[in-house]
Antibody
């Protein structure tokens, strides 16, 4: 069974940092692009970042560019999101999502991890 | 590219035929997907490439359209279908732009 499980969320002060992790199982992780998608409280979905299967290609939404860094460790079947200079507007549930075919079709999602940025 | 869903919410009864519309601000070919999200849960992929049903998704769900106008249809609404539905374009940067969502509620 395909499974992705996020962790690492929490409460952080504005300007602070947090590292999210996503543990994958049930599929050949190194063969798939992976993504982070977030959802602010009561709001819709926002794509945050993606990384190619090899880790060579990285993409970011303008809203997080320069502050967030996506990475992966294919040996550990894990995806990461390093978040720096956090702002109140980064408060959201962050989902890890597998890309079905490398064109941003998200076929498997984790349960999400909550990030709250507040003083 | 902006995606506008309509309506933003609707009330329907079990057994009803439900249609949700997604309009793109410019042509995106067939590069559109639909997701269902229930409260407190992650989204679930229903349809991609505008009309291809994801494996395991009931056949009462269908998608159509191309260019700028797309529809998601639920042929006979079931109790488990009450949820929020999102369209998503994957044609141009920024990738994976989502519509604002359509909440389907029980009448």
């Amino acid at each position: 069974e395909v499974q992705v499980v996020e962790s690492g969320g929490g409460l952080v002060k504005p300007g602070g940092s947090l590292r999210l992790s996503c543990a994958a199982s049930g599929f050949t992780f190194r063969s798939y692009s992976m993504n982070w998608v977030r959802q602010a409280p009561g709001k819709g979905l926002e794509w945050v970042s993606s990384i190619s299967s090899s880790g060579s290609y990285l993409y970011y939404a303008d809203s997080v560019k320069g502050r967030f860094t996506i990475s992966r460790d294919n040996a550990k079947n894990s995806l990461y999101l390093e978040m720096n200079s956090l702002r109140a507007e980064d408060t959201a549930v962050y989902y890890c999502a597998r890309d079905l075919s490398g064109i941003y079709i998200f076929d498997s999602w984790g349960q999400g991890t909550q990030v709250a940025v507040s003083s | 590219i902006q995606l506008t869903q309509s309506p933003s919410s609707l009330s329907a009864s079990v057994g009803d035929r439900v249609t949700i519309t997604c309009r793109a601000s410019q042509g995106i070919g067939s590069y559109l997907a639909w997701y269902q999200q229930k409260p407190g849960k992650a989204p679930n992929l229903l349809i991609y490439a505008a009309s291809t049903l994801q494996s395991g998704v009931p056949s009462r769900f269908s998608g159509s359209g191309s260019g700028t106008d797309f529809t998601l249809t639920i042929s006979s609404l079931q109790p488990e279908d009450f949820a929020t539905y999102y369209c998503q374009q994957l044609n141009s940067y920024p990738p994976a732009t989502f519509g604002g969502g359509t909440k389907v509620e029980i009448k």
